[in-house]
Structure formats: structure tokens, C-alpha cells
Nanobody
């Protein structure tokens, strides 16, 4: 069982940066693949980025490539999403998720955090 709590969201202007954090509880955190998703109003939740259990493999959606970077610190039980050059279309609730699959996946996550709001003004 893994419990996840996101933080770091907020209101920023276009072009700004934010770093989201997701703290996890559970002794087996380091064995889980982790991911970030987002859901904008009226839209389905979409994959943003994923990282393998070791951090050695990552995947980023086209919408964030070159701007977003996922990373993890297993010693701190935390996964991060660095977001640069933010755009108004990045406005959404951002969720972190965990999967026992260990490898990077884009769907099929088992555990979810409650989400953190990111709002980007133009």
C-alpha cells in the first residue's frame, strides 16, 4: 500500500516555472514506478510523465517534452515534476500515481494522490 500527497501547485504567469512534489508513505516506495497525470476542466485525465522504480528510465508526454522533467529521490520517498515555460493550457489539477509494475507505464496505475491545482495565467 502506498499513500501519496502532492504539493507545490499554485497560480503562476505564462513562462514561469513550478516544481511539484509528491511525498509517499510506505516501505516499498522504491520498488514502484511513479507517474504524473493532469486533468483540466471538462477534459479527461491525461498522462504527463512517468519514471521507473530506479529512476533510470523516464517517459514524457509530447505536451510537456522539453519543458517538463520527472525525477525521484527514493531516499526521501518523493517524486518531482519540474515544469518550465508554463503555458495557460497547462492549467489543470496534477496528480501523482504509483504502480507496482516497476517499469515506466502510461496507464494502469494503482495508487493516486488527491491532486494539486496548477493555474497558469496569460
Amino acid at each position: 500500500q502506498v499513500q501519496l500527497v502532492e504539493s507545490g501547485g499554485g497560480l503562476v504567469q505564462a513562462g514561469d516555472s513550478l516544481r511539484l512534489s509528491c511525498a509517499a508513505s510506505g516501505r516499498t516506495f522504491s520498488s514502484y514506478a511513479l507517474g504524473w497525470f493532469r486533468q483540466a476542466p471538462g477534459k479527461e485525465r491525461e498522462f504527463v510523465a512517468g519514471i521507473s522504480w530506479s529512476g533510470g528510465s523516464t517517459s514524457h508526454a509530447d505536451s510537456g517534452k522539453g519543458r517538463f522533467t520527472i525525477s525521484r529521490d527514493n531516499a526521501k520517498n518523493t517524486v518531482y515534476l519540474q515544469m518550465n515555460s508554463l503555458k495557460p493550457e497547462d492549467t489543470a489539477v496534477y496528480y501523482c500515481a504509483a504502480s507496482a509494475s516497476r517499469v515506466v507505464i502510461r496507464s494502469g496505475y494503482h495508487y493516486w494522490g488527491p491532486g494539486t491545482q496548477v493555474t497558469v495565467s496569460s
